[in-house]
């Protein structure tokens, strides 16, 4: 079955830098790599998903990139904010959707 | 729309004891999954029903666990017995078709088992 990896498992930036999350996957045959964001003592919720077809995908201040070829996608927060403070899991799927351990991103004010 | 549905919210319960989570997808929603939500093994998906039938219970951890969908818009997820190791906490998760679409999360049953 498909095996995610996530890094970093913290992550800790001033506010208004930019944040970095890195996934990689183990079957290329994945076709759809979601991202939630899971406030403190919240239910996930997607901020944001691309399909194997496309390479970047941008939302407001989020955008992710997929690397099809070295398996590997990540998602960019620009400009970030204390309310972006979150665990934030990759996931990718082709007929069984697996996630990320997550990474727990601290924005300081 | 309500969302998904889950209850209780919470259930504190001592070992060996039954356990039975439920759960109500979004209206029009025809795949249902649950998930576990622990600190050391994260979010794993537990099984996943599509048209109220079972797709992939792979990721069921043991006998001890069960779920059932006998119409769309109603789920369970039964322990029995329950074990300390099972508190976490579980979520129930939709989606308009399969898992290549968002999945809307419900808020969460924690359960503990003392």
């Known amino acids: 079955g498909e095996n995610v990896e996530q890094h970093p498992s913290t992550l800790s930036v001033q506010e208004g830098d930019s944040a970095v999350i890195k996934c990689t996957y183990s079957?290329?045959?994945?076709?759809?790599f979601p991202w939630y964001k899971q406030e403190l003592g919240k239910r996930p919720q997607l901020i944001i998903d691309?399909?194997?077809?496309?390479g970047e995908k941008k939302d407001q201040r989020i955008a992710v990139t997929l690397n099809k070829t070295a398996k590997h996608f990540s998602l960019h927060i620009t400009e970030t904010q204390p309310e972006d403070s979150a665990v934030y899991f990759c996931?990718?799927?082709?007929?069984?959707?697996?996630f990320g351990a997550g990474t727990r991103l601290t924005v300081k004010p | 729309d309500a969302g998904v549905i889950q209850s209780p919210r919470h259930e504190v319960t001592e070992m060996g004891q039954e356990v039975t989570l439920r759960c109500k997808p979004i209206?029009?929603?025809?795949?249902l999954f649950w998930y576990r939500q622990t600190m050391m093994r994260g979010l794993e998906l537990l099984i996943y029903?599509?048209?109220?039938?079972?797709?992939?219970d792979s990721g069921m951890p043991e006998d001890r666990f069960s779920a059932k969908m006998p119409n769309a818009s109603f789920s369970t997820l039964k322990i029995q017995p329950s074990e300390p190791r099972d508190s976490a906490v579980y979520f129930c998760?939709?989606?308009?078709?399969?898992?290549?679409?968002?999945?809307?999360f419900g808020p969460g049953t924690r359960l503990t088992v003392t």
């Open positions: 029903f599509n048209n109220n039938v079972p797709i992939d």
């Open positions: 691309i399909r194997s077809n496309v």
């Open positions: 998760a939709s989606s308009h078709s399969g898992q290549l679409v968002e999945q809307y």
């Open positions: 996931a990718a799927s082709k007929d069984d959707m697996r």
């Open positions: 209206s029009g929603h025809n795949s």
């Open positions: 079957d290329s045959a994945s076709n759809y």
